[in-house]
């Protein structure tokens, strides 16, 4: 597969997981109302940056821990905030 698909797909996929978002709807409005090329960019700035912290540190913590441990621990956080979830709503 070609590295321009790959980035290709992965954008578009994070395109499609974003509409409808809240963070997506504040910047569209925000554009609606101010300069729309400076908006888009500082968005895409935005959201850039967010990745590339997780993925760093998503990459150190997968150097230090086991898979085995990585899978326990994020299906008990995932439990965690359900039961939390449910009990708040």
Partial sequence: M?????VMS??????????GDKT??????LAARNEPIGTWIG???GAT?????GAVFGQGIGRRL?????RYGS???????GVV?????
Avoid: H, K, M, P
């Fill in 10 to 19: 992965v954008a578009v996929s994070i395109a499609i997981a974003e509409i």
């Fill in 85 to 89: 979830l449910l009990v708040t709503a």
């Fill in 43 to 45: 968005a895409t700035a």
């Fill in 2 to 6: 070609r590295a321009g698909s790959v």
């Fill in 49 to 53: 940056a967010a990745g590339l912290v």
């Fill in 24 to 29: 997506q709807l504040a910047t569209a409005a």
């Fill in 66 to 70: 086991g898979d085995d441990v990585l």
């Fill in 75 to 81: 299906a008990a956080l995932f439990a965690v905030f």
